[in-house]
Structure formats: C-alpha cells, structure tokens
C-alpha cells in the first residue's frame, strides 16, 4: 500500500510539473494576468491548492519584494512537495521566458539590429492592455466581495496612479492589511511565538547584497557590477515588472549606456510577445550590457541577469514560507489578507490605466484592444493564440 501511495504522490507531483510548463509557455500578459491563469489550472481544473490557499500565498508574495508571480508560483511548490518541488517550480517557470529572451539577444548582437524593425509587434500594446483590464476584472471578481474592499481597491488604484515612487506599493498593501484588521477587531493577545524559524536562507540574501556591493566597488568589474546592481533591484522592487522597466532603463540606458534607448525599445516590445515572468526582461538588458566580449559576454550576461534578478525572492520565499505557515493563523494575518488582496486588486487597475495612457489613440489600437477583450471574456481561446493573431495582423497592416 505505501508503495502505491509514493507512486500516486510521484504521478501528482510529475503531472504538476507539465502543468507549471504549460503555464509557463501560455502565460502571457504579466502578473496579474498569471494570477488569474494559476488560479484556472491550479486551483479550479487540478485542485492542488484550494482558493483560500492561493490567496493566502498571493498575500505573502505581495508583501515581499521581488518577482511576485514567480514568487507564488515557487510557494505553491513548496506547499505540494518541499523545498526540491519549490525550486524545480522555479525552474520551469521561468526557463522558457528566459531563453527566448536571451535567443533575442543574440539576434539583436548578431544581426546588428540597433534599429530594429519590429512593425509587427505594434498591436502588442494594445493587446495588453486589455489582457491588464482582463486581469483586474477576474482579481476584482476573486478578491472585492465586501463595502471595504471597493474602497480599498478604489483608493490603491488612484494613489498608485498619481504616485512617482515604487515605495507606494508595499505601503498600500501595509495600509491594506491594517484597515482590514481594524475592520475585523484582530485579537491581538491569540499571537504566539513563532517557533522553529530557519534564518540561514536570509543571511544568505542579506550575505549576498553586502559580498556583491563589496567586491563590486573594489574590483569596478562590470560583470559584478551587473550581478550587483541587478540582485538589487530583485531585492528592493515592489509592484512587479512595470516598475522594474523603468529603474533598468534608467541605469543600464541613461546612465551606464550599456544598451541603446532602440536596444532597450526593442526589448520591451518583444517581452510583451513571450509568456512568463516580465523579469525575464533582466536576462535580455544583462546580455547585451556584456556585447562588448561577444557571444561569450552575451552568454555570461544572460546567466547574471537571470541569476541576479530572481534570486533574492527566491530565498526569502523560501525564508518566509515555512513561517508563513505559523503566522498565517493567527487572527491579525488572517484578517490582513482581504484588505492585503483588495488593495492588490487596486494595483492592477492602476497597471491598467498606466498602460493604456501612452498608448496611441487610433481606430485599429482601440479595435484591437476591444477585439481582445471580447476574446477574453467570451470564449475560450488560448491566450497565445490571442498573441499570434495580433502578430499576423501586425504583418498585414
């Protein structure tokens, strides 16, 4: 009979894997469009996880910085099957994303496409958008049920608009939580001490911050320097990629003038053509900031890019989670997680307007952004089927 069992645990966790690769190779749209997708496969159509589970570690994973996608993808792992399922997660996850963008690296250095024609991706944005306005009406279903969840939603979203700081977003959420145990009456006194608590996976992620900064200012080497400055913003960014884009531009383009402004443009357009994490963008700015050394550089780059930007929210995942598992009981955290995921749900209507903003007012940009939509939310097509016919239509018009 234990036999059977191991080899019924060994069937689930195997399927699971295929089913963190079809996920990873159809996720398009960014974080809040992945969400709504793990939440399809995982919790509805597999029942790995139940509703309240993927909100409670949506919850953990909007208070920590870093990938927050890739980082509740990881504790779902670490919740089916221990630390080794958690990091085969994280693997597969962001495997496909990763490789498409070095693959485009590559073609950008090769192909000395400095200015490259990408006429065809000029629905991507369009499209996107309304994956983001898709993404914040199924959050909005799944997360706003309640008087002070509009309200929570409804104030997050205008701050996090009209904000110039990605220190917003851990604030929000913080605000989010507090209100929602004020709300609630939180029983303070029912807090016990957490016990057991591993610290070594955050002394190496602090460990590593100083060892890189360290070695960086000493030895000037732009390879630690690019693995320093990119551990970094994987340690102190809230709010997902849309806020990275922007400080790696400031950085990579403005000031250390690694990539060109057509380089990073370019790179930006085909991130919205792949599935996966939006970080996977560190992998492609890392390669060519390495250009200089050749294929060699670009290789080497792709490797500190990926390392560098999905490692610190990887160890305090795997920090926090065995914690996590001890807090989240405890009434204050219970009660701070509807206001945590209400408020998130604010942040994705932000992301929505912030992206529809630069884009072009025109009749096919609108149709597009309608057509898509409609897709979405009547029928049952696959996204990157959505993506393809954007593509073709990019090369017809």
């Known amino acids: 009979m234990t036999v059977s069992n191991n080899k019924i645990k060994q069937f689930r966790k195997i399927r699971y894997l295929r089913d963190i690769l079809g996920i990873a190779l159809s996720s ?15 919790v509805q159509k597999r ?12 919850s953990l994973c909007n208070m920590l910085p870093g990938p927050t996608s890739t980082q509740t993808i990881t504790a779902i792992g670490f919740k089916i099957g221990g630390p080794m399922l958690a990091f085969l997660t994280l693997a597969i996850w962001i495997l ?15 192909f000395n496409l400095n200015n490259p024609k990408l006429g065809f991706l000029k629905y991507i944005q369009p499209m996107a958008v309304a994956f983001i306005i ?33 220190l917003i977003f851990p604030l929000l959420l913080l605000t989010g939580g507090i209100v929602s145990n004020f709300l609630k009456h939180s029983k303070f006194n029912e807090v016990k001490k957490i016990q057991h608590i591993n610290w070594s996976n955050f002394f190496l992620f602090i460990g590593i911050f100083f060892l890189a900064a360290g070695v960086g200012a000493v030895t000037k080497n732009r390879s630690v320097l690019l693995f320093e400055n990119t551990y970094r913003y994987g340690s102190l960014v809230f709010g997902g990629g ?18 060109s402004p057509n380089e990073f443009i370019a790179g930006v357009g085909i991130l919205q053509a792949i599935p996966g994490p939006v970080f996977s963008f560190s ?16 290789a080497i780059g792709s490797i500190i890019g990926t390392i560098g930007i999905f490692l610190p929210g990887t ?10 598992n001890q807090m989240k009981n405890f009434s ?20 929505a307007y912030l992206l529809f903003i630069p884009l072009q007012i025109s009749e096919m940009n609108m149709l597009v952004l309608l057509a898509t939509l409609f897709l979405l939310l009547s029928t049952k097509i696959p996204y990157p089927i959505i993506v393809v016919m954007c593509i073709i239509l990019g090369f017809i018009y």
């Open 332 to 351: 204050p955290v219970k009660n701070a997680i509807d206001g945590i995921n209400a408020t998130s749900a604010g942040l994705v209507v932000a992301s």
């Open 28 to 42: 398009f749209g960014g974080p809040q469009v992945h969400l709504t997708i793990i939440h399809k496969k995982l």
């Open 242 to 259: 849309h806020v990275l884009i922007p400080m790696m531009y400031n950085q990579f383009v403005e000031f250390k003038h690694y990539l």
């Open 315 to 324: 160890l305090l995942i795997f920090f926090m989670y065995p914690i996590w």
């Open 96 to 110: 496909p994303a990763t490789l498409m963008m070095s693959c485009f690296a590559f073609i950008v250095y090769f």
């Open 47 to 58: 029942k790995y996880i139940t509703e309240d589970e993927l909100k409670e570690l949506n």
């Open 283 to 298: 992998t492609y700015a890392n390669a060519l900031a390495l250009k200089d050394m050749g294929a060699t550089g670009l």
């Open 134 to 166: 898709y993404a914040a009406y199924k959050i909005r279903e799944l997360f706003v049920t309640r008087i002070h969840h509009w309200f929570l939603m409804i104030i997050a979203a205008f701050l996090a608009i009209i904000s110039k700081t990605p």
